[in-house]
């Protein structure tokens, strides 16, 4: 028992010595903050829009005259070159025709040479007591007659020309080939539908529709500035990645969509081949017809504007908020108003005067009315995008 109680005793008189050493090892001063100076900053301004990929060209290959497939001569899914030869349809019964046409010239010729030979004699013959004005006017309407009957000739064997030659039909675009809608044998006419379309690849088309308070919003913004020129279009891909090429505005609407209240933009962006890839293969270009993409507005020059790191920023139900450190490092919370942003830097359009200190890092470790011990931190970087 004896010894039970010297134990306790000296644990006991351990923990109260332990207590008061305990306590020297708590939080001691105001709390570290990072702090920035609200200054100027160059900004990128930026607006953010959904789109769609189009294709610049987009052809039907339909059949011009009725005759049988002889050939086809691509691969389905491949890139077609302008003027590749695609299909090639019977050739025998137009080439019979022109054939026929080019004899019906040829007699035409024969019997204009003729006329004019009349005509000729008569008009020798006219000042002699042979000749008559009513044997060289005959003669005058003949020859004009086989000359209308020789250029109705002539058309019709253009015109046979012309149906031989659509029995090749070719490429009007570069681009990919879909698959072919009817096989080899098959008999093809003007009203058979499309055999196969070719969609155009480089460039494509972004075409995206924003509202008309938006749009007037860009045209106040950047008419002096180069209009279209003045405004740099990046496309972010449906996996989250932001395409490399940078794409520029060629075409507005002219009317507004009146169930939607907003106008359609266009711009023309390039899509090269990826990296290592083979053209006409699945994949080997990146942006597809008919994707849809988020496409940002960007400004192709920075502007001067009032701007924190977009980290200090805080909201509330009530709006935005920043944390201001005054003169006597007392922390303020002060209500701002922002305007056009990136993602890294926030542009402040009241609320905040240049030269003033806000937290800008520790923002969990402050509140209202406190005493800070702040430090400057690098400001961050505004981005492009």
Excluded: W
Excluded at 165 to 192: E, F, H, K, M, Q
Excluded at 269 to 293: C, K
Excluded at 344 to 360: D, F, M, S, T, Y
């Amino acid at each position: 028992m004896r010894l039970l109680a010297a134990c306790c005793s000296a644990l006991l008189i351990a923990a109260l010595a332990a207590g008061p050493a305990r306590a020297q090892f708590g939080p001691g001063g105001p709390p570290a903050v990072g702090t920035v100076v609200v200054a100027q900053r160059p900004v990128t301004e930026t607006m953010q829009f959904v789109g769609r990929i189009q294709a610049v060209d987009k052809v039907d290959l339909v059949a011009r005259v009725t005759a049988f497939i002889r050939e086809r001569l691509f691969t389905e899914g491949a890139e077609v070159r302008k003027g590749d030869l695609l299909y090639r349809l019977e050739r025998g019964p137009f080439e019979a025709d022109l054939a026929a046409k080019q004899a019906a010239v040829a007699q035409a010729q024969a019997l204009l040479r003729n006329a004019t030979l009349t005509l000729n004699r008569a008009q020798s013959l006219l000042n002699t007591p042979a000749g008559q004005r009513s044997t060289v006017d005959d003669a005058l309407a003949s020859q004009a007659s086989y000359a209308a009957q020789l250029l109705a000739a002539q058309a019709q064997e253009r015109a046979s020309q012309i149906n031989l030659a659509y029995t090749d039909i070719r490429a009007p675009v570069a681009g990919i080939i879909t698959r072919s809608a009817l096989s080899v044998g098959n008999v093809v006419t003007p009203t058979s539908g499309p055999l196969a379309s070719i969609v155009s690849q480089d460039p494509m088309y972004v075409v995206f529709p924003i509202s008309v308070r938006s749009a007037v919003d860009l045209r106040n913004r950047y008419a002096l500035k180069g209009g279209f020129a003045g405004v740099a279009i990046h496309v972010t891909l449906p996996d989250g990645k932001d395409y490399p090429e940078i794409g520029k505005l060629d075409y507005a609407d002219p009317s507004v969509n009146a169930s939607t209240d907003t106008l359609v933009m266009r711009a023309r962006i390039p899509n090269p081949l990826r990296a290592g890839a083979v053209a006409g293969q699945p994949g080997s270009r990146e942006l597809i017809d008919g994707e849809f993409v988020t496409v940002t507005l960007a400004g192709v020059e920075p502007v001067m504007a009032l701007g924190i790191p977009r980290a200090a920023v805080l909201s509330d139900q009530q709006g935005d908020y920043v944390y201001v450190v005054d003169a006597q490092k007392k922390i303020e919370q002060r209500r701002v108003t922002l305007g056009q942003s990136t993602p890294a830097v926030a542009v402040i359009v009241a609320g905040l005067k240049p030269g003033e200190v806000v937290v800008a890092d520790g923002l969990q470790r402050v509140r209202p009315g406190i005493v800070v011990n702040p430090a400057p931190i690098a400001a961050a970087k505004p981005a492009a995008r």
